[in-house]
């Protein structure tokens, strides 16, 4: 988790029609928002791996940059048609931080704290007559009585109520696996197999490759003609599916 007034390294995702956009990194001017109030950028972003993890790039944020509950990292490109997706992130307040003031303020050490409830826990075990060891075997006992009971369990429910489990159910339902065949090109993959024959019939769904060289790739369906079985997508893909590769209509 990040933590506030920390330095940190955040990534962002360019696109543009075609895709990820490689090689553009001197074009991109970012700012920060902190909780609502936007702020500038004091390091230079940079390009990740633009064959490995084409359109993805860091930069690096200060600890004087990262001080609110609540940071976005958002910008634009000087690129035609370019866009920089935004990065949202909640910072948690740093906890070491935190004990070492309430330490300095009470003139306390974490080590005399500690040795304290030692004591305490000793004078408590004095005072009832027992052992640390004899409560562990009893723990260890009411485990194994635990144990020898089977616990029930409703695989039908979600917090005691069908509702969600009916909701999930329907969601996969609506899941459907196909194939492509040849005719393909970056903007329409032509399907085969028991898909509709009806037009626009899984328009403003999408399509998400699970094979091939798109393998968890997807894109919007902008439109579906049911007698050919052709999907027209946008943006484009980078690159056009063959023959046999599977997708996924969600």
């Given at each position: 988790?990040?933590?506030?007034?920390?330095?940190?390294?955040?990534?962002?995702f360019?696109?543009?029609?075609?895709?990820?956009?490689?090689?553009?990194?001197?074009?991109?001017?970012?700012?920060?928002?902190?909780?609502?109030?936007?702020?500038?950028?004091?390091?230079?972003?940079?390009?990740?791996?633009?064959?490995?993890?084409?359109?993805?790039?860091?930069?690096?944020?200060?600890?004087?940059?990262?001080?609110?509950?609540?940071?976005?990292?958002?910008?634009?490109?000087?690129?035609?048609?370019?866009?920089?997706?935004?990065?949202?992130?909640?910072?948690?307040?740093?906890?070491?931080?935190?004990?070492?003031?309430i330490?300095?303020?009470?003139?306390?050490?974490?080590?005399?704290?500690?040795?304290?409830?030692?004591?305490?826990?000793?004078?408590?075990?004095?005072?009832?007559?027992?052992?640390?060891?004899?409560?562990?075997?009893?723990?260890?006992?009411?485990?194994?009585?635990?144990?020898?009971?089977?616990?029930?369990?409703?695989?039908?429910?979600?917090?005691?109520?069908?509702?969600?489990?009916?909701?999930?159910?329907?969601?996969?339902?609506?899941?459907?696996?196909?194939?492509?065949?040849?005719?393909?090109?970056?903007?329409?993959?032509?399907g085969?197999?028991?898909?509709s024959?009806?037009?626009?019939?899984?328009?403003?769904?999408?399509?998400?490759?699970?094979?091939?060289?798109?393998?968890?790739?997807?894109?919007?369906?902008?439109?579906?003609?049911?007698?050919?079985?052709?999907?027209?997508?946008?943006?484009?893909?980078?690159?056009?599916?063959s023959?046999?590769?599977?997708?996924?209509?969600?």
């Amino acid at each position: 988790m990040p933590i506030r007034a920390q330095a940190l390294t955040m990534h962002y995702f360019a696109t543009d029609a075609d895709g990820p956009k490689t090689g553009d990194v001197g074009n991109h001017a970012l700012r920060i928002i902190e909780d609502g109030v936007i702020g500038t950028i004091a390091a230079s972003p940079a390009e990740i791996d633009a064959t490995n993890a084409p359109g993805m790039y860091k930069v690096a944020i200060t600890a004087a940059e990262n001080t609110a509950d609540v940071v976005t990292l958002c910008g634009k490109s000087s690129s035609s048609g370019v866009t920089i997706s935004p990065s949202t992130w909640t910072n948690i307040t740093n906890a070491d931080a935190n004990v070492a003031a309430i330490l300095t303020d009470t003139g306390t050490t974490l080590d005399g704290k500690i040795n304290t409830i030692d004591g305490i826990v000793d004078a408590i075990l004095v005072d009832t007559g027992t052992t640390l060891d004899d409560k562990i075997d009893a723990i260890l006992v009411d485990t194994d009585v635990l144990g020898a009971s089977p616990i029930a369990a409703n695989i039908m429910q979600i917090a005691g109520g069908t509702d969600a489990v009916s909701s999930l159910k329907k969601g996969s339902a609506s899941i459907l696996e196909g194939s492509v065949t040849s005719g393909c090109t970056t903007t329409s993959i032509v399907g085969t197999g028991s898909l509709s024959t009806v037009d626009e019939f899984y328009t403003d769904r999408m399509i998400l490759f699970t094979s091939g060289d798109l393998e968890y790739s997807g894109r919007a369906i902008a439109a579906y003609t049911g007698s050919t079985k052709t999907f027209t997508v946008s943006p484009a893909f980078t690159s056009s599916a063959s023959s046999s590769d599977t997708f996924i209509i969600v």
